[in-house]
């Protein structure tokens, strides 16, 4: 297979296997590039790509303008914070303008669930989903698979439990697609009230004891408690919550084997993990960053390659 099989990137949920084996391929090669002393190819020289963030994003934001630049697309940036959706436009308003500019991939970081779904439907251009509320994040979801495939050769087989705010987490949704996709077992750790209720239908099991679950794993990806996505109280305190789902050496030790840390950024130091845990060699949360960037220009790639030149 040389061609994915979804003309967009709008979430893991359409993606096969296959799609993912070449994402992977076209990575190593990326990855490969960005450590010459020269990190650029000139395959998207002819390619132009707006960068549309409507929430606050620094790594993925910068990851993706780096992947660009790196494939040497030219590129537009745009943050809510400082344009006209402030003074009342509308969502399609404003992509139409930047499209008269003859822009041909967007990748758009969005409030709203559903917003790349809706905005594929009206435009043209090439949509990348850079997270759509609590819904997906699948360059984020590719980029944890492939860390883990490097560090421990492959996803297949391996247990994987993702820890923390999985009500609020678009990290969350897509690692469980991507990560049953390429037959690993996935199993939660939280506060209950943070588990969503749909998610036994997703084939994934529930821990509440984080020891238990560390005991079972292979991985622990750790998510963000996302404050700024809570209306109400889930839980009682930070204390608490850290007491009962935060990650640190003492318990890590306590273990009878050593498991992989993971964490998608950015970390509340102290919450869910401490300091000691998240810089140590346990750790990769580094590496996915790294890897971060040949992901987004595998997929960036890839799916220029359909765009008639
Ligand atoms: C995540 C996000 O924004 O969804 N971060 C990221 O993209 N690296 C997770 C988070 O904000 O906690």
Not at 82 to 109: A, F, H, W
Not at 259 to 283: C, W, Y
Request: aromatic share 6%; net charge positive; charged share 25%.
């Amino acid at each position: 297979m040389t061609q994915l099989s979804v003309t967009n990137l709008l979430g893991i949920k359409h993606l096969n296997k296959d799609d993912i084996q070449l994402i992977f391929k076209t990575a190593d090669h990326f990855k490969e590039v960005i450590n010459r002393p020269i990190k650029k190819v000139p395959s998207l020289r002819d390619i132009t790509i707006a960068n549309l963030f409507f929430e606050n994003s620094t790594r993925t934001k910068l990851s993706f303008e780096l992947a660009e630049k790196r494939l040497s697309a030219d590129i537009i940036n745009f943050s809510a914070a400082q344009s006209s959706v402030k003074k009342g436009e509308s969502l399609i308003d404003t992509v139409n303008n930047i499209l008269s500019m003859k822009v041909d991939i967007i990748v758009m970081r969005h409030p709203n669930e559903g917003a790349g779904h809706f905005l594929s439907k009206h435009i043209k251009a090439k949509i990348v989903n850079a997270g759509d509320g609590a819904h997906e994040h699948p360059t984020q979801a590719l980029l944890d698979s492939y860390s883990i495939r490097e560090k421990l050769g492959s996803v297949k087989g391996k247990k994987i439990v993702i820890v923390g705010d999985i009500l609020h987490s678009r990290v969350a949704l897509s690692n469980i697609y991507a990560l049953q996709l390429q037959g690993a077992e996935v199993k939660l750790c939280g506060p209950t009230t943070l588990m969503p209720k749909y998610i036994t239908q997703l084939g994934v099991s529930y821990e509440n004891s984080l020891r238990k679950a560390l005991e079972w794993c292979d991985v622990a990806n750790v998510l963000r408690v996302q404050h700024e996505r809570m209306d109400i109280k889930y839980f009682p305190s930070i204390r608490e919550y850290t007491q009962l789902f935060g990650i640190n050496k003492e318990l890590l030790n306590s273990l009878n084997k050593e498991i992989v840390i993971m964490h998608p950024g950015p970390i509340n130091r102290g919450v869910e993990l401490t300091s000691d845990v998240a810089d140590s060699k346990q750790a990769i949360i580094l590496n996915q960053v790294e890897n971060g960037v040949a992901i987004r220009m595998a997929v960036i790639y890839l799916l220029a390659q359909q765009i008639k030149r």
